[in-house]
DNA sequence: TGCTAATTAGTCGTAAGTAT
DNA sequence: ATACTTACGACTAATTAGCA
């Protein structure tokens, strides 16, 4: 007798478009013409390098964040909600996978790329209210230039080994993120620091 | 332990409520928009770390409160009564079971995973009036997270060291486990997680 | 081709349900 | 109340599909 059997079998239907902030669109010229949702699904969403820089400073603040703070992410970013959680998700697998690693300061290296520094706010009280990018507004200029590619490691010798390269034998894949050192202080006081939440289980 | 032959379908349309006030609003999941009660099927409450903290330290003063006690700790924790009577239930169930263990410094062991520590009042007169989370102001409604968090959470990428104790002594019969796994994590490491597949035969 | 975003299916923990 | 079951919510991979 197999135990493992799955007991639930529809789960597959319950994700509804709740767009929230219109924002770009990909799908901007075609759709709606007959087409339902379960058609035109999957439509990339292109997350620029300024969105980037925010995601991955709030990864490195809590690679797991509670709803609500995907909310809140999702309004700094732009983007919908869903498309934060995926990418959260799809971040832990990689970082899991040991393709890429956070180092303590705002790094993240990858594995044959170039060191990708994020900066971003780390040392403001990070779930604020108010999105990193005061205003900006402007499309197609970017202000602040986020991405800091400091090219140090290449790609020592890397032959093909297809996809799974194993970077190196160096400390578990644990992360040093939560409280990093420093921490760079101030922020404290400022009232409300709320210690997102945890996440929990 | 999987197969139930037990088939009631879904017979669950009765949902009434009478809360008093605290709601929790993470409903989140089903939009908490145009939903009635009817429409509902069951809405799996989450308790996050904090609440949970509490609750582990007033279950371990008590496991068996009376109503009144109910009520105060379900202010405590902002969750509805039957939330808080439930999760007792559980609690006990689940200590019965053997599956979780209270120890008397307050540290709670779960079977296959790092040991929990609820911090919480325990030197204070636990039936006391004052809630822990101040009832403040929050100014601006979001949730600030109020609590003094001092627990440990559980933490998914825990640099844990397997820090796990053994578990079940003495099982009653031999139907028991399902699985136990460190899941949670990272940690792990490289190496797999095996965790074998059960179910076996 | 490479990336990676989305999808999908499996598992797990456990809150909520049912029956006793 | 207990004991057992059910199913939700979250997570994890593995796969699929798009853009460069």
Sequence with gaps: MRAAEKMNASLLEKEREKD??????????????GKRYRDMRRSRTIIHAEQLDILYGCYFKDPNPGKHEFEQISEWVQLPKK??????QNMRARERKGEVRFISDGTLAAVGKPLIKFTWPLAKPIFSKKPPTPSNNNTGGIAAAPIVRTMIKPDPDAPIVRTMIKPDPDPPVSLINKNGTGHSGSSAGTGATPQTATTSS
């Design 20 to 33: 929230q902030g219109g924002e770009q669109d990909s799908h901007g010229g075609r759709k709606a013409k």
């Design 83 to 88: 498309v934060v959680q995926i990418w959260f």
